[in-house]
């Protein structure tokens, strides 16, 4: 029997990643998702990952104070779910303002939606980008940001999806937390700055997959948003190999990979690395 995602345990799904670049037009933004993942819904995509801030990319860090909303309940939201019901997909969309307990920060939060526009799990960012880059932009996220404290896995009824945030790229810690807690694919919405992500951002996808056995795919934002913020784009789709199955170009644009579970049995049938661990 086939599951909600799409495809039998041990077979093969097709995903997507959406690449955008966001602004401070919140309508602007949803409606391009929108369109976005109607492509991928016509490409044959049962998953659909939307990048950081995929909903406002404000000049200033307490811009998103005016767009916050409650979790589940509010504009942002509703796009959300119609995007996944609408095509009948599976949307991950991370992350976006939701309000916290604290009148001073928000919650950056990861939405995952099921194909009938239920809310099934959300995951609120928690590495915080503080960083001075040498001739670079400074960053402290934490000044209006309050960090989550639990790693989430999804379980969609076919492959688990683990979930992360951008700047949780590179705590592997996270990411072997997921995939012990039965992660077989884990998503990395984010917004990686130019300076870092020219660097590291393939080179970190490539160890977490490899490491954890898992796929991970990656949507980012790309591309001038403001006067203060530039992002590094590439986004990618990589098997538990370290291959690149998909690259986006330095583009609005989606990008589909097809995920093979069967390669994944195999590989970790005849690499067991994640019965090897001793701490």
């Known amino acids: 029997m086939a599951d909600p995602?799409?495809?039998?345990?041990g077979e093969r799904m097709l995903a997507a990643c959406v690449q955008i670049t966001s602004g401070a037009d919140v309508g602007a933004n949803l409606e391009t998702c929108a369109r976005l993942c109607r492509e991928a819904r016509e490409?044959?995509?049962k998953l659909v990952v939307l990048p950081e801030n995929f909903a406002f990319m404000g000049l200033h860090e307490a811009d998103k104070f005016a767009v916050a909303e409650a979790l589940g309940d509010g504009p942002i939201s509703a796009a959300v779910q119609a995007m996944a019901r609408d095509n009948g997909l599976w949307v991950i969309a991370g992350g976006m303002p939701e309000r916290s307990s604290d009148p001073g920060?928000?919650?950056n939060t990861l939405l995952a939606v099921a194909p009938d526009g239920r809310v099934a799990a959300h995951y609120r960012k928690i590495h915080l980008f503080d960083v001075a880059i040498p001739g670079g932009a400074e960053f402290r996220e934490?000044?209006?940001v309050e960090a989550g404290a639990e790693a989430?896995?999804?379980e969609t009824g076919g492959p688990a999806i683990g979930l992360s945030i951008c700047y949780d790229l590179r705590f592997p810690e996270l990411y072997r937390?997921?995939?012990a807690r039965g992660a077989r694919i884990i998503v990395v919405p984010a917004a990686f700055t130019q300076h870092t992500g020219k660097d590291h951002w393939?080179?970190?996808l490539r160890a977490r997959a490899i490491e954890n056995q898992v796929y991970v795919l990656a949507?980012?934002?790309y591309s001038r948003h403001n006067t203060k913020r530039v992002t590094s784009g590439d986004s990618a789709t990589i098997d538990l190999w370290g291959t690149v199955l998909a690259e986006a170009a330095d583009r609005e644009c989606v990008i589909v990979a097809d995920l093979d579970f069967e390669f994944q049995d195999k590989v970790r049938r005849e690499l067991p690395a994640l019965t090897h661990r001793r701490l």
């Open 43 to 45: 490409r044959g995509a």
């Open 142 to 144: 934490s000044a209006t």
């Open 105 to 107: 920060k928000v919650w």
């Open 219 to 221: 949507a980012g934002q």
């Open 152 to 154: 989430i896995v999804v």
């Open 202 to 204: 393939h080179a970190l």
């Open 177 to 179: 937390a997921l995939s």
């Open 5 to 9: 995602i799409g495809n039998k345990m």
